[in-house]
């Protein structure tokens, strides 16, 4: 109808202005000029040892060791007597963030007046898995979302809260599921060193509590973000770029044997992996197929800067701009919509395939999400 036609430019929420309780995800209302993504700058790192617990420095960083072009890895090894998994049913929300603000606050406070010197200089903190699933909003049509805003001395809290049917999913997985996602995990192993002039370990245990992640900031358009995510591996070259350009995430994905293959790869798989490494400007993904017994039968490296070129001959394809859009709409979204700056207040925007965004607010409730112990720190 009408408000489809109306200007090329402003928000979707805008075009809509009868209606500021909900966010349209059609895909045709952000086809407009890419908007601006700053460069992002990595502004520190943090580690997350075998028992889960926070370092503040780069001590769980792997290098990236080339493997053959067809390597025979097998990653079902191991799944049994050399896996120890993290247990997912607990949620640990912004919490690391949360704590390497903390622990790097002067570098974030460039504002130098005593007056706004508690007050961090972004408009929102969140998680980059978070973003990653704003950009494929317009085009998912299984999986819905659930996020939760704060708003706490100026800036946005964003954290997921798991849905009804994650968690029902997650619950259900069969042991297939379950040995699949340990695959991902064994690739690393076969393809990372913890040294950078060491070898790949694939004879030791799979402990998915360690983690390293790069915390970056940059900005969308009139918004200032502060995001990490969970980073694989570095290029070992000394000579490699500085972070976030040396970084390289690995991906297993089935092995592509039909042109009806391909083209499902480009139209659902590139278009989470550009999403996922796009966001903190990792420039690279090297993937492992593999076939049905969980063996890598072959390894591609995938440039992020090229895979608009790649799929750009797909019929029917997704296109970054709509995905920077329409996340670049639902962040003015949220900061038009959560007014009210307090730690105990939870806007929680949701989404379903088919739907609009749309949210409600909750006070001291079970949503709540930004711990004491963080609130009593930035209140000092
Ligand atoms: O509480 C939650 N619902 C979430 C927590 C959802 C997403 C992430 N996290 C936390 C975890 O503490 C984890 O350490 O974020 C960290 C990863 O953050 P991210 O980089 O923002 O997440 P994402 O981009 O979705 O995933 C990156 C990698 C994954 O690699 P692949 O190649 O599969 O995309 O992080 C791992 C996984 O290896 N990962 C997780 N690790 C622990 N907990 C989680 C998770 N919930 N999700 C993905
Ligand atoms: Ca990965």
């Keep these: 109808p009408n408000s489809q036609r109306q200007h090329q430019s402003g928000s979707a929420a805008e075009q ?48 990236y060791v080339e493997p053959e072009r067809n390597p025979n890895f097998d990653l079902r090894d191991g799944y049994k007597d050399r896996f120890i998994k993290r247990d997912d049913s607990v949620k640990e929300k912004l919490d690391h963030i949360l704590q390497w603000v903390i622990a790097n606050r002067s570098k974030l406070n460039s504002r130098t007046t005593s007056a706004s010197s508690c007050a961090l200089d972004v408009d929102f903190v969140t ?20 996020l939760a805003a704060t708003k706490f001395r100026g800036t946005i809290y964003i954290s997921e809260v798991e849905t009804e049917a994650a968690r029902r999913e997650r619950e259900n997985r069969t042991e297939r599921h379950e040995e699949m996602m340990y695959w991902g995990y064994k690739f690393e192993q076969y393809t990372c060193a913890d040294n950078v002039h060491g070898a790949p370990d694939p ?20 918004h200032r973000l502060l995001f990490s995510g969970e980073v694989d591996c570095r290029d070992k070259d000394p000579s490699a770029p500085a972070p976030p350009a040396c970084y390289v995430e690995l991906k297993t994905s089935a092995e592509i044997c039909t042109p009806k293959q391909r083209s499902n790869f480009h139209r659902f798989k590139l278009l989470k ?39 750009k001959n797909e019929y029917n394809c997704w296109r970054p701009t709509v995905c920077m859009n329409f996340c670049c709409d639902f962040l003015t979204f949220v900061k038009r919509t959560v007014t009210e700056d307090s ?8 989404w379903e395939p088919h739907r609009d965004v749309t949210f409600s607010i909750h006070r001291d409730s079970q949503f709540s999400f930004l711990p004491r112990w963080y609130v009593e720190e930035m209140t000092r």
């Design 203 to 222: 004879g030791g245990v799979v402990n998915t509590n360690e983690a390293f992640c790069t915390v970056v900031q940059t900005r969308l358009a009139d």
């Design 16 to 63: 809509n202005p009868l209606n500021s309780r909900a966010l349209s995800t059609r895909r045709e209302l952000y086809e407009r000029d890419f908007p601006v993504y700053k460069q992002p700058v990595e502004v520190g790192s943090f580690s997350l040892d075998s028992e889960r617990r926070f370092f503040n420095d780069g001590r769980q960083m792997r290098y």
């Design 343 to 350: 730690p105990s207040v939870v806007y929680l925007f949701s």
């Design 127 to 146: 998680w980059r898995g978070h973003l990653t699933k704003l950009l494929t909003t317009p085009y998912e049509t299984r999986e819905g979302w659930m």
């Design 273 to 311: 992996w550009w999403a996922q490494s796009f966001l903190p400007g990792v420039p690279r993904v090297v993937a492992g197929f593999r076939n049905h017994e969980g063996v890598v039968v072959s390894v591609e490296t995938f440039h992020i800067s090229k895979i608009s070129q790649l799929i």
